[in-house]
């Protein structure tokens, strides 16, 4: 099983609607990495998070980490087609600066 | 700008080559990272490296090896290549305490026929 949980697995939006993707993890999150990756191509950061209750936002994209700091959240508002992709959370759940992924959301934007 | 750059976006092998995947950071980042990368799984991590000849199983080392030679070069070998280790396989780095996390080759999907 994943030791961390994202849902959906895939999400299709109409152009301009709000969406969020979860993560969850049944241990404590030393850091919360969200990352962003094209069909085919590397991952692009973009924001961590490490105490619990931070939130974070870029541009359209806010991520907030949960007091118990075992769940994240990633909500986009006005969804546009250049949102569109594969999102993955990554954790520490060690403090070992190693990282674990979810298993991504793949994110369709419908014109 | 500051990069991380595996060799080849695209291989196709036959079963029981050995594979050499390159990857090179121009960071001087310590850490380095081998994932690979399947639907409806994730990435998952094959081994890393938190310096120059060191090297640690991930979750999944079976059938790989690595190389670190010098910091800024982290090879993933393939010591006789087998079709379900058809996957994308992502390069990463990182600082030793880094609060921006790793940082992303392009990937490279191997095929093995």
């Known amino acids: 099983s994943q030791e961390l949980e994202q849902s959906p697995q895939s999400l299709i939006v109409q152009e301009g609607k709000n969406l969020t993707i979860n993560c969850t993890s049944s241990k404590t999150l030393y850091g919360l990495y969200w990352y962003k990756q094209k069909y085919g191509e590397g991952l692009i950061f973009l924001m961590m998070l490490q105490k619990g209750g931070e939130e974070k936002s870029h541009e359209k994209i806010t991520a907030k980490l949960d007091e118990k700091k075992q769940q994240s959240s990633l909500h986009i508002t006005a969804s546009q087609p250049s949102h569109a992709g594969i999102y993955l959370c990554?954790?520490?759940?060690?403090?070992?600066?190693?990282?674990?992924f979810g298993q991504g959301t793949r994110l369709t934007i419908n014109p | 700008d500051v990069k991380v750059t595996q060799s080849s976006r695209y291989l196709v092998k036959r079963t029981g080559e050995k594979v050499f995947l390159e990857c090179v950071q121009d960071m001087d980042h310590e850490n380095m990272f081998w994932y690979r990368q399947d639907p409806g799984l994730g990435l998952r991590l094959i081994y890393f490296?938190?310096?120059?000849?060191?090297?640690e199983k991930g979750d999944i080392p079976e059938g790989y090896s690595v190389s670190r030679e010098k910091k800024e070069r982290f090879s993933l070998i393939l010591e006789s290549a087998s079709t379900n280790q058809t996957s994308m396989y992502l390069c990463?780095?990182?600082?030793?305490?880094?609060?921006?996390?790793?940082?992303f080759g392009s990937g490279t999907r191997l095929t093995v026929v």
């Open positions: 990554g954790a520490d759940l060690q403090g070992a600066q190693k990282l674990v």
């Open positions: 990463a780095s990182s600082r030793l305490s880094d609060s921006l996390g790793y940082t």
């Open positions: 490296s938190y310096d120059v000849k060191m090297k």
